[in-house]
């Protein structure tokens, strides 16, 4: 810390995702001293099996009591050391208003166009793994040949398509190098899987990059025009200030905007970006629809266990909905036993922990009467609303405050998905895995998005905050709407983006 807070750093970078990670790699790669802050601790390289440490929000639905649950990780390399590594390329109509699709916002102020190239230069650099989608006409990229389905997936898939179903391989940043494990859900300590610490570790190899682990940024300072440094601290520990030329934020869209709201000075009273007070607001998640599919005839399921997508289902009669994909997991007693006790910790018992352990008993029943169904989950487009937010006021050290309801159309969208989910699986054993709304809270975006006029938006079509010269945003905060794929490569294409125009602003 001492060796940090002397330097006057190029760039200083808050947070190690994905959007962290890659922008900051590429300042380097242009010739910038950046130095990386992130809250975990772990190194990463350490190899460690230990379990990493929870980012947490206490979360209030359609006004019911608040419940507390895990949101992100705190970990160098972010949420996407677990992540599933699904980089799925976003619709021409996720981003641009279109006569036969238009879009609810009026359009992304970077349009399809705009994005195309940051699309293909983030597949290349992770080498996307899977096969064509032929639904995607605007999709030309390369892709690596991933392993052969087993038999229970490939019936799966020749069924759909013989109903007029168009599945696909999903496409994936997992490289599948012998012994692959895929690693869905957990850490792959052989550099297979796509996640951020690969360019997190070419950065530093520089010899131009520093990574300041277990310090957590409480407060950004800025004057009226430009942000002129970011305060840290630890626990038994004064916090320290350090100096930048350059601010890149990517603590994700929860941490990011609860950042900004607790960055209050004398030129910005209610949080940096907030005049308008949209920090924060419009916040987003995909609602995700998880089954349970069976192969006909008891074909056996087995590697790889994330390996089909559809996009059958992504905008249909001009209702956004989108992806259906399978999540790398099987019906076993262990994922059952995991989601009954998420269901019990949720629900009215909760408090009756003695009942908890005996949840093994409908777990093992059921792994019995599921036999060998693939895992598939349906994710669902949000939309932007002002009302669901992460509130002000919270400390960066302390779990945030989010209110989300539940809009009417989307819970309209929701009911017409399902039906559409049915009528695809319709003719074999197939049902639904949760009932109530699930919320995907490692999908949160659009709390301090993008856009032309700083009466509506927190950034401009560089992603840096209005009235600012050189505070960026690079994590999901910025999207306008929450597309109907998983944000990785939107963010990841976003970083290499935001971080060329940094360069060029030089």
Known sequence: MTAAASVRWDAVVIGTGLGGAHAGARLVQAGMKVLFVERGTRPPDAGDPAPLEQLEADVTVNGRAARRVPTSLSAVGGTSVVYAASLELPARHDLDDLEEAPHPTGGWIVGYDGFRPYFSQARRLVGICGTRDALCADDGDPFADPPPLCAGDAEIRDDLARRGYHPYRAHLGIAYRSPC??????????????????????????????????????????????????????????PVTLAADRVVLAGGAIGSAQLLLASRGAHWADGIGNREGLVGRNLMFHLSERMAVFPRHRAPLGFPAKSLALRDLYLRDGTRMGMV??????????????????????????????????????????????????????????????????????????????????????????????????????????FFLNDDVELNYGHACGTARFGRD???????????????????????SFMPTSTGVNPGLVILANSLRVADRIVAAR
């Open 181 to 238: 494990q895929e690693c869905i859900g957990r850490e792959c300590f052989r550099a297979c899987k796509a996640d951020a610490r690969q360019p997190l570790g070419q950065a530093l190899d520089s010899g131009r990059a520093a990574l300041l682990s277990g310090w957590t940024a409480r407060r950004i300072e800025a004057d009226g025009t430009a942000a002129t440094g970011v305060v840290v601290g630890r626990a038994g520990q004064d």
């Open 454 to 476: 700083p009466r509506d938006s927190v950034l401009d079509a560089d992603c840096r905050v209005h009235g600012l010269r050189n505070l960026y945003v690079t994590d999901a």
């Open 325 to 430: 994909q399978s999540m790398g997991l099987q019906a076993d007693y262990g994922n059952i036993l995991m989601h009954l006790r998420g269901r019990f910790d949720r629900g009215r018992l909760h408090r009756a922990r003695p009942l908890r352990p005996f949840l093994r008993i409908p777990a093992k029943i059921a792994a019995l009467a599921l036999g060998n169904a693939r895992v598939f989950v349906g994710i669902l487009e949000d939309l932007p609303y002002g009302t669901n937010r992460i509130l002000p006021g919270s400390n960066p050290l302390d779990p945030p405050a989010i209110v989300y309801d539940v809009a009417p159309e989307l819970a309209e969208r929701r009911r017409l998905f399902r039906r559409a989910i049915r009528e695809m699986f319709g003719g074999r054993r197939f």
